[in-house]
């Protein structure tokens, strides 16, 4: 199969009422990792990198990654550009063929915020490139910078005005790992919710209860970002495997179970956000 169309994966999400879990992947053996759980669960997937992973691994590289992933499986996948701010690396995912990209202008006023999300929309349409904006903010990236509610009254306006494709939404999750346990604010998504007709999307999953990202679910959330948690089981798993066999030095050994550690957690995930064919997959 071709990578898919985001936004048409997600409409269909939201109108069967499951979501779409999207993935951060950092390495071959991540995007390994996500690819055959969701082959294994029969369900869609959205793989998503953010503006250092392409740096890290370099854009021609991993589009070549996913797309022969695509190619080679029967489930839907898309490619997203996650939280990206910088235009010119916006145009390159365009351009190669990513399936969508976030434009993440979610610490600016609301003015700039809709400026810079339509000038993504001129390029990303000519691409036929679906697109996400953030309306309030989700905090917890390495700058630290505190969550701000999403201002429900805006939402409509904001989704109006830019034509964005699905919104991001702050309702009390943060990036990385909690500290305490996170309050998430049900009704708020119901309002956001109730006001616009377009896929919402959670940030900042990880650390969540299965309870909180069901009822995210329920609430009307279609995409879901998981990222924190794929990394500490890949990296743990990794450490733990070398802690027990110190004279253990090929990567291929340690990489499979690093594989194995993550695809348990994404298979997990997958469950819990309800995209696969099978109730347990
Ligand atoms: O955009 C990526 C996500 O929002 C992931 O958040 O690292 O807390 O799972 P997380
Ligand atoms: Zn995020």
Do not use: W
Not at 56 to 67: E, K
Not at 205 to 214: E, P, V
Not at 247 to 258: M, Q, S, T
């Amino acid at each position: 199969m071709n990578l898919v169309s985001t936004k048409q994966i997600l409409n269909e999400a939201k109108r069967k009422k499951y979501a779409i879990g999207a993935f951060n992947v950092e390495n071959m053996e991540m995007l390994k990792a996500c690819i055959e759980s969701a082959q294994y669960c029969n369900s869609p997937i959205i793989i998503q990198v953010s503006e250092k992973s392409i740096e890290y691994i370099g854009i021609g590289l991993l589009y070549s990654m996913v797309n022969a992933c695509a190619f080679s499986s029967t489930i839907p996948i898309a490619l997203h550009l996650d939280h990206a701010q910088n235009m010119n690396l916006i145009r390159e995912a365009c351009e190669i063929g990513f399936s969508s990209v976030m434009i993440d202008s979610s610490e600016k006023g609301f003015s700039s915020n809709v400026q810079d999300t339509l000038k993504v929309m001129e390029i990303a349409k000519r691409y036929n490139v679906s697109v996400e904006a953030e309306l309030g903010h989700v905090g917890g990236k390495a700058e630290e910078v505190e969550s701000m509610y999403t201002p429900v009254s805006r939402v409509k306006k904001f989704v109006a005005v830019t034509q964005v494709d699905f919104l991001a939404v702050a309702i009390g999750t943060k990036h990385g790992i909690y500290k305490g346990s996170p309050q998430l604010d049900f009704q708020r998504l119901k309002n956001i919710y109730e006001s616009v007709d377009i896929p919402l999307v959670l940030h900042g999953a990880s650390g969540l209860s299965d309870s909180d990202i069901k009822q995210c679910v329920v609430g009307g959330i279609s995409k879901i970002n998981f990222a924190t948690e794929l990394r500490r089981k890949y990296t743990n798993s990794i450490k733990q495997v070398l802690e027990e066999k110190n004279e253990l030095i090929d990567p291929r050994i340690y990489g499979k179970v690093a594989q194995k550690a993550m695809s348990e957690t994404v298979i997990h995930y997958i469950n819990i956000c309800g995209s696969g064919v099978e109730d347990e997959c």
